[in-house]
């Protein structure tokens, strides 16, 4: 028996119904799309940005930043105004400020620092360099490290110094002889120094040709003929380089005939072996003015200029002046030190000790200095208070630089002088 819902009048009334079901749902369509279309046209009247143009104006923004040309101090013509007001046209970047002359800032306690002065400066900062080549002294001391000013009038008269002609001419001259005779050239260029008459930027310029003499004359393990400061000692059996500086009676420390021969291992010297030593004793004078060290190599035959370093001095003008000697068993190698001002230690090998890898200490010869006995030589963790008036008074050098010191003064006759 069949079903009611399987009857052929009810699958024929199930069709109809369908039919008619369908029927109304096409007019409802028809007017969802009649409201679609009016809501379109009436979206499409209402003024403002379309959707596609919105999405595209920071697209043309950067466009336009990354075609813009660069900023400069020319006056710029102005720009189209755009047809829609409401959107701010894209700006260019702004011009950057123009970069600092001077890439320092001016030192502590001096009026102006030699960068900015003149090209005169940049010429002396050029020679600072050749003069800091060859002995490990820091090049990138300033120019007023080396020439000791910081007047920025005063390195223009350094170089520029009417009637200085006749002493360049003259420096030429024992330039090119230099490469004739630097035995003889070393030598006059030591008597213009010492002499004192060299305008300031000549004197500077001697004591550059001066260093580069050093390396040739002094520190290096060949001896030239006729060299009375240099001479050859046969290494013997037993020999070891301190027993060699007692035997031949050298006025410097053993470390300086390391330190010419270029000896990396003291116990690598041979039976037979020649060596190169110092003849005479080691003196320095220092220039307060020049914030200079020269170093002097002297004997029976005179005297002459091996090495130019530039210096820091006390705060206030606090450096003394007069003649000092090497003060007795005050060499010292990585010191410990304590602050006097403050009380704070500082262990050896502390990479925060301001007196660096040497001290020398000092006393005063002279009636006006007898009592002075704190006062030293010796290195410093602050590169940029050499050319400066910093310390407490002692006179601080390059950490390269006071080991060449160190090995070459000694309490066997060395006199320090400094000079105002």
Not at 170 to 192: M, N, V, W, Y
Not at 270 to 289: D, E, M, N, W, Y
Not at 364 to 391: F, K, V
Request: proline share 9%; aromatic share 6%.
């Amino acid at each position: 028996m069949a079903l009611g819902s399987q009857s052929g009048q009810q699958i024929g009334r199930n069709k109809y119904m369908y039919r008619r079901r369908k029927g109304r749902s096409g007019k409802w369509m028809v007017v969802l799309v009649v409201l679609a279309g009016g809501g379109v046209l009436f979206w499409l009247s209402l003024p403002g940005p379309r959707s596609t143009q919105a999405s595209q104006e920071p697209t043309r923004a950067l466009v336009e930043r990354a075609t813009a040309q660069p900023a400069t101090n020319e006056p710029r013509t102005a720009a189209t105004p755009p047809s829609r007001p409401s959107v701010a046209p894209p700006q260019a970047p702004p011009s950057s400020p123009p970069l600092a002359t001077a890439p320092n800032s001016p030192p502590r306690g001096a009026t102006l620092p030699a960068e900015q002065a003149s090209e005169a400066s940049s010429r002396a900062d050029r020679a600072s360099e050749l003069l800091a080549g060859g002995l490990g002294m820091a090049t990138d001391v300033p120019a007023r490290a080396a020439t000791g000013t910081t007047d920025p009038a005063a390195v223009t008269v350094v170089v520029d110094a009417p009637g200085s002609t006749g002493a360049t001419d003259r420096l030429d001259e024992l330039e090119e002889l230099a490469g004739r005779d630097p035995i003889s050239a070393r030598s006059k260029l030591t008597e213009l120094v010492i002499a004192g008459d060299l305008p300031p930027g000549e004197a500077f310029r001697a004591r550059m040709i001066l260093n580069r003499l050093g390396e040739i004359l002094m520190f290096d393990p060949s001896v030239l003929p006729q060299d009375p400061f240099a001479a050859k000692y046969v290494v013997q059996p037993g020999d070891s380089l301190s027993r060699i500086a007692k035997n031949a009676n050298l006025k410097s420390e053993w470390m300086m005939i390391k330190r010419i021969n270029r000896i990396t291992n003291p116990n690598s010297i041979r039976v037979g072996q020649s060596l190169k030593i110092p003849v005479g004793t080691f003196h320095a004078v220092v220039s307060k003015s020049d914030y200079l060290l020269d170093l002097f190599l002297e004997n029976d035959q005179g005297r002459v200029l091996i090495a130019s370093c530039p210096v820091g001095l006390g705060e206030f003008d606090a450096t003394p002046v007069g003649r000092f000697v090497v003060r007795e068993q005050s060499k010292l190698i990585n010191p410990q030190w304590r602050n006097p001002r403050t009380g704070e230690f500082f262990y050896s090998d502390d990479p925060e000790n301001p007196i660096g890898e040497r001290w020398i200490g000092i006393r005063g010869i002279d009636e006006t200095n007898q009592e002075l006995l704190g006062y030293g030589i010796h290195g410093t963790i602050d590169a940029d208070s050499i050319g400066r008036m910093e310390s407490m008074g002692c006179i601080r050098m390059h950490d390269p630089d006071v080991k060449l010191v160190y090995d070459a003064l000694t309490e066997r006759g060395s006199i320090i002088e400094i000079r105002p």
